[in-house]
């Protein structure tokens, strides 16, 4: 695997171990030519998987995608890259399990914050503010009062098709 950070062509597996839920292999790798150390996951994908996104574009799934944002909403949080993974996993399967194989993005929004909510309080209005694209103080605070009265089982959005507002 090429690395991501010098773009070597080679890299090596320094570690390789089941993550703690079994359901997929964590490899620490190392870049001989630059020595960075990062981390991957193997895993089953039991369906391809496409997301619709707001203007109708339909593109292939990504979980880097997905890994990205949700690693941006967790940037400086002190949270075990198992339980990311866990929670990353968690998405990708119930979107497999879903049966539908072409995914409104809005689903996948709602999905992560959802997720996020229960992992990190702090990533999850960091991955609000910039979904729900809050122009100003005011929306945000508009979002932290709904939150108030917001009740802890209302926050499986399931599948639920809302375009984010
Ligand atoms: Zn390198």
Same mark, same amino acid.
């Given at each position: 695997m090429r690395c991501p950070f010098c773009q070597? /062509?080679?890299? %090596?597996v320094r570690d390789s !171990? $089941?993550?703690e839920d079994g359901a997929s292999i964590r490899r !620490? +790798? %190392?870049c001989p030519a630059c020595g960075a150390r990062f981390t991957?996951?193997? +895993? =089953? %994908?039991? +369906? /391809?998987l496409f997301v619709v996104k707001r203007s109708g &574009? &339909?593109? $292939?799934? /990504? +979980?880097?995608?997905l890994a990205r944002s949700v690693a941006i909403a967790l940037r400086k949080r002190q949270v075990e890259p198992d339980r990311v993974e866990q929670l990353i996993s968690g998405i990708v399967r119930r979107l497999e399990a879903s049966g539908e194989s072409e995914i409104p993005s809005a689903t996948i929004g709602n999905l992560i914050m959802a997720a996020l909510k229960r992992?990190? $309080? #702090? =990533?999850? #209005? &960091?991955? =609000?503010? #910039?979904?729900?694209d809050f122009q100003d103080a005011k929306d945000f605070q508009e979002f932290l009062d709904g939150q108030m009265s917001f009740d802890d089982d209302q926050d499986e959005l399931d599948f639920v098709d809302k375009e984010p507002q």
């Open positions: 070597n /062509e080679d890299t %090596q !171990r $089941p993550t !620490r +790798r %190392q991957t996951f193997e +895993r =089953a %994908q039991l +369906r /391809e &574009r &339909r593109a $292939p799934f /990504e +979980r880097d995608k992992l990190d $309080p #702090v =990533a999850y #209005v &960091r991955y =609000a503010s #910039v979904y729900k």
